[in-house]
T-cell receptor, first 113, second 109 residues
Framework: SAVISQKPSRDICQRGTSLTIQCQVD?????MFWYRQQPGQSLTLIAT?????????ESGFVIDKFPISRPNLTFSTLTVSNMSPEDSSIYLC??????????FGPGTRLTVL | KQEVTQIPAALSVPEGENLVLNCSFT??????LQWFRQDPGKGLTSLLL?????REQTSGRLNASLDKSSGRSTLYIAASQPGDSATYLC????????FGEGTQLTVNP
């Protein structure tokens, strides 16, 4: 498995501001992913973060709203831009290891007022 | 577009009971199916991964099966314990996972 940490663990933000979430892995991985879990719902994939190239976004998610960086094989950031209360969710990063098995970080709980 | 459904949405059982959680998916062209556990306010813990060429995987009291032709997977939990209380999620796909809504399990002492 992998040890994955996220910062911050939680935050309360004002609408219109932006928050950058960090994801750190204890080993080099090719594939990293960002998911959103809205209150009472399951997880939805936002984007795949590839090192050395632009992130690949899923339908309904755009780079202007959720810019992603992947500067190396152990680190990625997700920014939630121009936040509104509808962005209140848990944001989780995951990594893919051998045999396509995914492991998740502890999540960042975001509340937008 | 892949859709994943989990039944039941919630389940409450007495301690010691054997139970089955169900997961169905619409697109059988998957690379694998993964079962996770999520405790309240926490991230996801990987329980079992079944690759598309496999029929089942076992880990301790957990056994997961996969039937690609019918688009179904089951998670069997033997001799349930109060510590098993959590939300169980299945996810189908390859690298890009599609998650079900989860089954919220409560095991009563």
């Amino acid at each position: 498995s992998a040890v994955i940490s996220q910062k911050p663990s939680r935050d309360i933000c004002q609408r219109g501001t932006s928050l950058t979430i960090q994801c750190q892995v204890d080993s080099q991985v090719t594939m990293m992913f960002w998911y959103r879990q809205q209150p009472g719902q399951s997880l939805t994939l936002i984007a795949t973060a590839n090192q050395g190239s632009e992130a690949t976004y899923e339908s309904g998610f755009v780079i202007d709203k959720f810019p992603i960086s992947r500067p190396n094989l152990t680190f990625s950031t997700l920014t939630v831009s121009n936040m509104s209360p509808e962005d209140s969710s848990i944001y989780l990063c995951s990594v893919e290891l051998r045999d396509n098995e995914q492991f998740f970080g502890p999540g960042t709980r975001l509340t937008v007022l | 577009k892949q859709e994943v459904t989990q039944i039941p949405a919630a389940l409450s059982v007495p301690e010691g009971e054997n139970l089955v959680l169900n997961c169905s998916f619409t697109d059988s062209a998957i690379y694998n199916l993964q079962w996770f556990r999520q405790d309240p306010g926490k991230g996801l813990t990987s329980l079992l991964l079944i690759q598309s060429s496999q029929r089942e995987q076992t880990s301790g009291r957990l056994n997961a099966s996969l039937d690609k032709s019918s688009g179904r997977s089951t998670l069997y939990i033997a001799a349930s314990q109060p510590g098993d209380s959590a939300t169980y999620l299945c996810a189908a796909g390859g690298s890009r996972l599609t998650f079900g809504e989860g089954t919220q399990l409560t095991v009563n002492p």
